[in-house]
C-alpha cells in the first residue's frame, strides 16, 4: 500500500501536467551567485573594477561546471542568478556590472515595505533616506520584499531575514568584507557566517586589499563553528581561481554516481530511465491499445482489492486552489508541475507493481486449483454408467483427456506468472516506483516550504548522495526565491494553504491508512483461518469416515476423495498467497507505520496552535519540521524497497 504519494496530492492541488511538459528547460542548469557588502564606498570605480574582476572569474567558473558530462543530466540553457538586497554601496556596484555583463537576471531582496504604498526600502522607512528607497518593478518581476514591520521583525532582524534568503537560494556567496566583526546580526560578515555555516563557498573581497579570496566550507569544519572560522578566516583563505572555484561548485550540481561511458552505477541508471521512460506516455498503436486496457484492466486489480478488503472510501482531500497570487508565480508554476508529474508517475507505477504482485498470487492459487481439479473430475466423468465412459478404454481416454487439458491450463497459467515477474524485474519497477515517489513527496513537501521562503536542506547543505534529491534541487535552483511582497495578510493567507496541503492532509492520509491497512490484514488473516479452518475440518471428517468404514460399511465415493485431494492442495496454496500479499505490502507494518505518523502530524500542528497569529518565524519552523518528517519517512520506505521486488510464487 504505501503509495499514493501519501496521496493527497499527486496532483498538489491539481496541477496541470501538460502545462509542465510545455516548459522548453524543466531542469535547467542554474547557479545564483549571493552577494553582500558595505553600504558605505569610499573608491566606486576601484570596486567596479574589483567587482568586474571577480565576476568575469565567476562566470569563467561556470563556463567549467556546465562542460559535459554535467550538462547532459540537464534540459534548457545554462545560466546564471544574481541575489543581492539592494543597498546603496556594494549592492549596486555588483548589481551595475553583474547586468553590463550581461550574465543573467538580477533577483533583489528588500527587508521594508513602505506603509503607505508600494515601495521597497533597504533600510527603515522611518530614517526618511532617499537613497534607501527603491520603487520596485511589477508585482511577479524577479524581486522579493519581506514586509519586516508588519510581519513583526525588529530592524535588525529585518536585515538578517535578507542575509537568510540570500544564503538559502544561493550557490555561492561574494562578500564585500573588511574583515572587522559587524554590529549585530544583518551585517556582512553575519551573512558571511551563515553561509559558511550552510556549506556554501565564499568569495571574499576585501576594499583594502588588492587579492580576491576564496575560503572552502570544509575547511572552515576544523574549528568549532562558523563564528569561530570567521576569526581566522585570512588563515583559511586562498587564492581565486576559476579553477578553484569550479572544484568546489562542481559536487553540488553534479548528478550522484558514475556518469562514465558503459557505467552501470544504480543512481545513474536510475536517473536516466527516469527520463527516458514515462509509464505515462501511450506507445503508438497496436502496443498503445494494449497499455489503454490494461490500464483500464489488469492495472487497477489492486485498487479494487483494496476497496473490498479494506474498505477503501475514496479519499477526500484539502485540494483548495492556492493564493492567488502564489499561483501565478512561475517558481511555484514550476515546482506544481514538478511534483505532478512525478505523482502520476509514482501512482502508475504503483498501481502497476502491486497489481502484479496480486495476480501473481491469483495465477498461483488458480494453477493449484487446475492441477488439482482433475482429482475431482476425472472420477465423475469416468464413473460407471456415465456417456464418457462407456468401457473401460473409454474412461482411460476421458480420463487422459481431463488430465491433459489441466495440465495444459496449468501449463499457460505457469507461463503468464513467468512473463509478468521477468517483465516486472527487467522493468525494475520496484525501483521505479520508489524512485518516482520519493521525488514526488520530496517535491510536495518543497512546493509546502518553498512560498514560506524556507527548505529542509536550510541548515545545512551537502552534495546530493540520490539523483532524486539532486533533481528537487535542481528544480528548486530553477524556481529561484518567491517573488513580490510577503506581508502579513498573505503570509498568513500562504500559510493557511500550505498547513491545509502539507500537514492537515497528512493527517487524513494517515488515518486512511492506517483505517485500511488494519481491515486488510484483518480480511487477510479470516481468509487464511478460513481456509486453514476448511481445510482441517475436510481431513478429520475423511479419516472419520474412512475409519467409521468397518462399522458403518459405508465407502466414500470417488468424488469425495478428489474433493479432499483438491481442497488439501487449494487451501495451503491460498494460504500462502495471503502470506506472500502479506510479506510484500506488510499490512500490519503500515497500520502502525501510519498511526504513528498520523500522531506526529497532530503534534505539529499543536504547536501551530501555540504559535496564534502565524508568527513568521514559528511557522516556519514548524512547517520545516513537518516537510522533514515527511522526507525522512521517504527514506525509511526505501529501505524496504526489496521487499517490494516481485515474488514469482
Partial sequence: MQDDLNSAPADLAAVDVEAAAALEDRLPLVATIGFTGH??????????????????????AFDLIIEAPLADAYDGAPRLRLLIGDAPGADRVAAQVW????????????????????????DRPDRDDPETRVQPPPEFGPWTGIDS???????????????RWIVRHSDVLIGWWNGKPGQGVGGT????ERALERGLPVIWLHPDKAAIRLIDPHASRRHADASEAMLGLDELARPLTSEALAELLRPAFTAPGDARPNSRDPEVVARRDYASIDPLRIRPPPAGWVQRLFNRTLWRSFRLFETVAGGAAPAKWNNDPPPEGLALQPGFARLRAASAE????ANALSSIHRSEQLLLVVIAILAVLTGALPSLLAPALTAPGSKLAATPADAAETSVVIHAIAAAAEFCLGLLAVVIAFTARRAHRHRRWSDARRLAERLRGACATWPLGIDVADVHVEAAQTWTEWRVRAVLRASGPRRGWITKPRFEQTAAWVIAQLIDSQIAYHDRQHRMAERIERTIRHIEGGSFFVLM????????????QPWTGWTPPPTVSGLVTLLSAVSPAIGAGCLAL?????????????????????????????????????????????????????????????RRRIVRG
Fill in 39 to 60: 553600504r558605505a564606498i569610499e573608491d566606486i570605480a576601484a570596486a567596479e573594477r574589483k567587482v568586474e574582476q571577480v565576476l568575469a572569474i565567476v562566470g569563467a
Fill in 99 to 122: 547586468r553590463e555583463q550581461g550574465l543573467g537576471e538580477v533577483h533583489a531582496i528588500y527587508p521594508f515595505k513602505d506603509p503607505g504604498g508600494e515601495a521597497a526600502f533597504t
Fill in 149 to 163: 514591520e508588519g510581519l513583526g521583525l525588529p530592524s535588525d532582524r529585518a536585515h538578517a531575514e535578507v542575509g
Fill in 189 to 192: 560578515n553575519d551573512t558571511m
Fill in 342 to 345: 512525478a505523482g502520476a508517475r
Fill in 537 to 548: 475440518t475436510t481431513l478429520a471428517a475423511y479419516v472419520g469416515v474412512v475409519l467409521a
Fill in 582 to 642: 502479506d510479506a510484500t505490502n506488510s499490512f500490519g507494518e503500515i497500520a502502525l507505520h501510519s498511526a504513528r505518523l498520523k500522531a506526529e502530524f497532530e503534534r505539529r500542528k499543536a504547536e501551530l496552535g501555540l504559535g496564534a497569529g502565524a508568527d513568521y518565524h514559528h511557522v516556519q519552523f514548524v512547517v520545516r519540521s513537518a516537510a522533514q518528517l515527511l522526507r525522512d519517512e521517504n527514506d525509511a520506505w526505501r529501505d524496504s524497497l526489496l
